[in-house]
């Protein structure tokens, strides 16, 4: 059975993914004042959160249409899983579903396609898609990849962030999840996490950058206490900020072994809410 991996660009690819040869993109538009772009491989993201800067740290993004989902469904395959970016904070999910009405609609129940909810972004996208791969290529049948991957995003992952600003986040209305009295002090740096439901929840606070990022090394490594991580991944994706991600990568691996750790250039969309100096730590465990 021939099978391909659809994937929204809110997936932060590492070099290992890129060479896919049965990996589609699907890119979500980024718009920064009269500038706009499409969140792909080509994207500068230096250039792009520069033009954050100089337009007030103000952009927007758009999901894909359903037609460019549809379009990434075609070709020789038996099986499609599409991964995209939480319901809650993006249309990108409810997009690639009506990509899949539209193509069967067209072409019939002629494969098997199925989307995934990765109630997350950035590198836990990246998690998912490699375990989807690891699964069928070990002849994992259809329904019984759907299940296992529906349970091992729910059950076996976690993201947290601490970002320099939260002002991106507010101003696209993506902090609906967090108290009124968290965003009267939204200048402390807050260390934010996945939720189970993919909404953002808080998890700890500190005065300074460096002391966040400590207290969510330590929350992250508590997390995982007294499991075996030695094949388990830890990636950590940074925006502009490429010395700080390690300095994250050297907390957590101090106290938690993980098996395999990747630091990553996060994509547009993730730069754009994570802004410059934001670091998001996706995990499987």
Request: aromatic residues 10%; hydrophobic residues 40%; glycine residues 6%.
């Amino acid at each position: 059975m021939r099978y391909k991996i659809v994937v929204d660009s809110c997936c932060d690819l590492t070099e290992e993914i890129k060479k896919w040869d049965n990996l589609e993109v699907v890119p979500l538009s980024l718009e920064v004042g009269d500038y706009h772009t499409f969140d792909d491989r080509d994207l500068d993201q230096d250039d792009f959160i520069g033009r954050m800067k100089a337009n007030g740290g103000v952009a927007k993004s758009a999901c894909p249409a359903p037609d460019a989902f549809k379009k990434a469904y075609e070709g020789d395959y038996d099986e499609i899983y599409v991964l995209t970016i939480t319901d809650k904070l993006s249309g990108t999910y409810n997009s690639a579903l009506q990509g899949k009405m539209l193509y069967e609609e067209e072409y019939g129940e002629d494969k098997k396609i199925y989307v995934f909810n990765s109630l997350a972004t950035s590198g836990l996208e990246s998690i998912v898609a490699e375990e989807i791969k690891k699964v069928c290529d070990e002849g994992m049948a259809f329904d019984a990849v759907v299940e296992y991957i529906d349970d091992f995003i729910l059950n076996k992952t976690g993201l947290f962030f601490c970002l320099e600003s939260l002002d991106a986040l507010k101003a696209n209305g993506r902090l609906f999840a967090l108290a009124a009295k968290v965003l009267e002090k939204i200048r402390v740096k807050l260390i934010c996490k996945r939720t189970q439901e993919g909404n953002i929840s808080l998890s700890g606070q500190d005065l300074t950058t460096n002391r966040a990022l400590i207290k969510m090394a330590n929350i992250i490594a508590e997390s995982v206490d007294g499991v075996d991580l030695s094949d388990k991944k830890l990636y950590i994706s940074y925006v502009c900020c490429e010395d700080r991600a390690n300095f994250v990568a050297n907390k957590i691996t101090d106290k938690a072994k993980f098996g395999k750790v990747e630091i990553i250039k996060a994509s547009g969309l993730n730069s754009l809410y994570a802004s410059d100096g934001g670091i998001i730590v996706s995990y499987s465990f």
